[in-house]
């Protein structure tokens, strides 16, 4: 015992030690983390500039940039996108080139190899060498002040700290990866959903098959056109879905997937006090920061002496581009067109020469290439590829035929830096023809100007398919007169100008009719339910401001589920009484038309019609597993039509095995939905869509950290109204990125709003700046507030 107080004494002073070390770890941290922090303030010296530039920040961190040339604004751009940006726009590139791995290890191979199959830093490189001069410049431009901009954080991004890795400069290539990237998020690169349509094709008879895939029905809603007729059931003969064994059958697991798209919609300068008035939500997945960027650049328009150019919207870090927004002419917004930008090309293999395959010159060499994807922490990786000239082999058709994708984002010309210009446009005819001849992913392109004319388009590359074959199936290429033929000429495009109704809107759904349609071809159409809305809501008024095209972005009506709602409520009023169905029944008594965030009826309602609805799909599904025992059924975004028009006819042959009848179909649904719900606290009565609907917006690194460090970095957890199949789209991951209306010319009424905030630096004072304001779909001014920081940079 006489040895206890000095066992203290050393126990304190190693506790004591142990405590300072812990703080000095923390200030160091913290000291690290501040010395990364972008230059919002002072005197910079750039000998790269010929004319001073100046960078100001208003409260929600909007830039300004105001410069004598667009040079020396494009290399300041790249510089405040590196400092604020670098490491999402590392992301982009990465993901694009398949370099993830590099940053986070072996865990990111699933995803580089799929990636690196379509070697786009290749093709970005070859992409460069085709720029005009001035382009090829611009690019420079933006490259070096991307650099210069990493160059100066005295400490590289916290990211790079955690992970243990150093940023890799800038590189000419960079750029068209991030629209390579932008390919990928809005396209198939895998086509996943055409080999699902090939193995149906092989599967099912023809008339179910058409069944399934037809491209629109009753909830069209086209701005030019009627809608589709949708096809007639799959007779009995064709098709007898009792007859299946039982054990085809997969449990369903999900209420439906979020795909790629957005709302954009316009009105006429007769209904909107002279000038037209353009509004724009793109819906993607959500992070912190936002994938966007609240920019104003200002310079000298090389067009018209002593006159500015003042151009205001979302830039995209890593491209020195302003995407969408309004140029005080012409203002204008982006929805995903769900085009047709992939065919499988079935690849012969010449008999006598296995490394030359068929093309319609004769048999052409393989060409090979040997890819090495760099691993954090561990080996390297080789891939090999083979490309056709149409593309490379990565996949097989029903009959083990080799298969070449054929993308727009791999052809020649699919990138370059024609959007740009539309900082210049001064009309909307102007801005349509610049949209036409733009690189990058196809888009609906809606743009309306300062003298009240509107139109729709598509913005980006279209391919010329030649031949009698369908593009949602694999195809032979072989034959001359068969495949693509360069790019879409600029006439050949669809086009909808001041139409006689004055309004246009679009929301993923298909725009238009034949011939139009065929040249678009489907790449997976939303159904027209969102479409439909927004078309409605403009209809029922005759003037608009602003403030009315927040209202549409914002209505969260519940339109599309009303029939399910009506169609449940009959089903439990026949349904067998008991308890759960007592507890259903009075869930759907709250209903109130919309997806709001205290509805259970809603929530019950939405889950209900996803399980039945994945049922019925199924046992089309086990029949394809009949022979291809892998088979899912892709995204059918269509599949609204087919549900319920066999829920009118409950076609006895058509009903999955194991129910009696559709009513004992529609109960067993409901009967699953409820031992979901019931089992959590509360029961089913407490089971709220916005306990559903919760926000889940994260940064990219936060689930490698503890949950503390987590909930520092993610946006709050909101509880928030709306969902997939109404204006206001929106789940916990994904929603509108962005939401703006203005009226070019008078952006002084307009509004911008930007989900997860404007900086990616947790100790800015513009982390998540905004995202408040977002989340309770409080409008934010179009312009940007005065300035609270100035950077000056200045040439030697």
């Not at 919309?594 to 019950?604: G, L, M, P, T």
Request: charged content about 25%.
């Amino acid at each position: 015992m006489a040895g206890s107080p000095c066992v203290r004494r050393i126990f304190l002073r190693v506790l004591c030690v142990a405590v300072v070390l812990v703080v000095l770890a923390i200030v160091a941290s913290w000291l690290a983390l501040r010395s990364s922090l972008p230059h919002y303030d002072g005197r910079l010296t750039v000998p790269a500039l010929s004319a001073a530039v100046t960078v100001e920040r208003d409260a929600l961190g909007t830039v300004t940039l105001r410069a004598q040339n667009r040079r020396d604004l494009t290399w300041a751009l790249g510089y405040v996108h590196a400092q604020e940006r670098f490491f999402e726009m590392d992301l982009l590139r990465r993901r694009a080139a398949g370099e993830l791995a590099e940053l986070f290890g072996a865990v990111a191979l699933p995803a580089d190899r799929t990636a690196r199959a379509h070697r786009m830093r290749a093709r970005a490189h070859e992409a460069i060498a085709k720029l005009s001069p001035e382009d090829h410049d611009e690019l420079i431009a933006y490259r070096d002040g991307v650099n210069a901009g990493l160059a100066a954080l005295s400490v590289r991004p916290f990211p790079y700290l955690l992970t243990r890795t150093k940023p890799e400069p800038w590189q000419d290539e960079d750029t068209p990866l991030v629209v390579a990237a932008m390919s990928f998020t809005l396209n198939d690169a895998e086509n996943k959903r055409e080999l699902a349509f090939a193995e149906m094709h092989d599967a099912l008879p023809e008339s179910a098959y058409r069944f399934l895939t037809a491209s629109g029905g009753a909830w069209d809603a086209p701005i030019a056109g009627p809608s589709l007729n949708w096809p007639k059931t799959s007779p009995i003969g064709d098709l007898d879905l009792r007859t299946l064994d039982p054990a085809l059958l997969q449990m369903p697991g999900h209420d439906g997937k979020d795909a790629p798209g957005s709302n954009s919609f316009a009105v006429s300068g007769a209904l909107a006090d002279g000038a037209a008035l353009i509004a724009n939500d793109m819906h993607l997945d959500l992070r912190v920061p936002g994938l966007w960027f609240r920019t104003r650049a200002i310079y000298p328009n090389p067009r018209r002496a002593g006159r500015t150019v003042d151009v205001i919207g979302a830039s995209l870090p890593g491209a020195p581009v302003i995407v969408a927004g309004s140029n005080r002419e012409v203002a204008w917004g982006f929805t995903n067109s769900y085009a047709d930008t992939t065919d499988w090309v079935r690849v012969m293999r010449d008999p006598a020469q296995p490394d030359r395959y068929v093309a319609p010159d004769g048999a052409r060499p393989f060409v090979k290439h040997e890819e090495i994807i760099r691993v954090h922490g561990a080996d390297d990786e080789k891939l090999d590829v083979e490309e056709t000239e149409w593309g490379p082999l990565i996949g097989k058709d029903v009959d083990g035929t080799p298969l070449a994708l054929a993308w727009t984002a791999q052809q020649p010309g699919a990138f370059n830096f024609e959007l740009q210009k539309l900082e210049l446009a001064e009309t909307a005819d102007e801005a349509v023809a610049i949209a036409q001849a733009a690189g990058g992913p196809p888009q609906n392109f809606l743009v309306g100007d300062h003298n009240g004319n509107i139109a729709w388009t598509i913005a980006g590359r279209l391919p010329r398919r030649i031949g009698d074959y369908d593009s949602r199936l694999p195809a032979d290429f072989s034959h001359a007169g068969t495949g693509w033929d360069g790019w879409l000429e600029a006439k050949s495009y669809p086009l909808i100008a001041n139409p006689p109704w004055q309004r246009l809107w679009t929301a993923n759904q298909r725009i238009t009719e034949d011939p139009w349609l065929a040249t678009l071809g489907d790449g997976g159409y939303d159904i027209g339910a969102r479409a439909r809305q927004i078309r409605d809501d403009l209809r029922a008024r005759e003037h608009f401001t602003p403030a009315d095209m927040l209202a549409i972005q914002l209505d969260d009506r519940a339109i599309f589920l009303e029939r399910w709602k009506d169609l449940f409520a009959l089903e439990l009023n026949r349904a067998p009484k008991s308890k759960v169905h007592d507890e259903l029944a009075k869930a759907l008594g709250d209903w109130n038309d919309r997806a709001s965030i205290d509805s259970v009826a809603y929530r019950v309602v939405k889950a209900w019609r996803s399980e039945v609805v994945d049922t019925v799909l199924d046992a089309f599904a086990a029949k394809v597993r009949t022979k291809f025992p892998d088979f899912a059924m892709p995204t059918l975004s269509q599949s609204e039509h087919a549900v319920w028009q066999l829920l009118g006819e409950r076609p006895a042959h058509l009903l999955p095995p194991g129910y009696a009848d559709w009513d004992a179909l529609l109960i067993a649904c409901a009967d699953r939905v409820a031992a979901k719900l019931d089992h959590q606290e509360g029961g089913i009565a407490a089971r709220t869509w916005g306990e559903r609907n919760t926000m889940h917006i994260a940064h990219p690194i936060s689930r490698a950290l503890p949950a503390f460090a987590a909930r520092w970095l993610d946006m709050p957890p909101d509880e928030l109204p709306g969902d997939r199949d109404m204006p206001r789209v929106q789940s916990p991951t994904f929603g509108a990125s962005e939401r703006f209306a203005v009226a070019p010319g008078d952006e002084e009424h307009g509004y911008f709003m930007l989900a997860g905030g404007q900086s990616g630096h947790p100790l800015s004072p513009y982390y998540g700046a905004g995202h408040a304001d977002w989340a309770a779909g409080k409008p934010t001014p179009f312009l940007p507030g005065p300035a609270q920081h100035t950077l000056r940079l200045v040439p030697r």
